[in-house]
């Protein structure tokens, strides 16, 4: 069973910065995407980034510049350095791993992030103005 667990939220002001931890436990298939996505509650869930063991990654336009994702030294743990934060980041944030979606040709994208297979319980992060 995969499990994962984020760390790293918390409240900033606008243009502070955050970065997000998710080490992930169980069978980790090397073809698996991993990634994050963010989620209000009642509303959909939003792709934010993805990479692949290959060190390939995608970004929301949304985000790109000021978010990126990495690898951490420790098997199977990603990051997300958050820069610039502004309020409209304002939600909770998942770290995602799995099989891409077949939509889309099963590629590994930042919009395939909130359709993986297994995802944490998530890591809140607020922004004031």
């Known amino acids: 069973q995969v499990q994962l667990v984020e760390s790293g939220g918390g409240s900033v002001q606008a243009g502070g910065s955050l970065r997000l931890s998710c080490p992930a436990s169980g069978y980790i298939d090397s073809s698996y995407c991993m990634g994050w996505f963010r989620q209000d509650p009642g509303q959909e869930r939003e792709g934010v980034a993805v990479?692949?063991?290959?060190?390939?990654?995608s970004y929301a336009d949304y985000v790109k510049g000021r978010f990126t994702i990495s690898k951490g030294n420790v098997k199977n743990t990603r990051f997300l350095q958050m820069n610039s934060l502004q309020p409209e980041d304002i939600e909770m944030y998942h770290c995602?791993?799995?099989?891409?979606?077949?939509?889309?040709?099963?590629?590994?994208?930042?919009?395939?992030?909130?359709?993986?297979?297994?995802w944490g319980q998530g890591t809140q992060v607020t922004v004031s103005s």
């Open positions: 990479i692949v063991s290959g060190g390939r990654s």
């Open positions: 995602a791993v799995g099989s891409p979606p077949r939509v889309g040709g099963g590629l590994c994208f930042w919009w395939a992030a909130g359709m993986l297979n297994y």
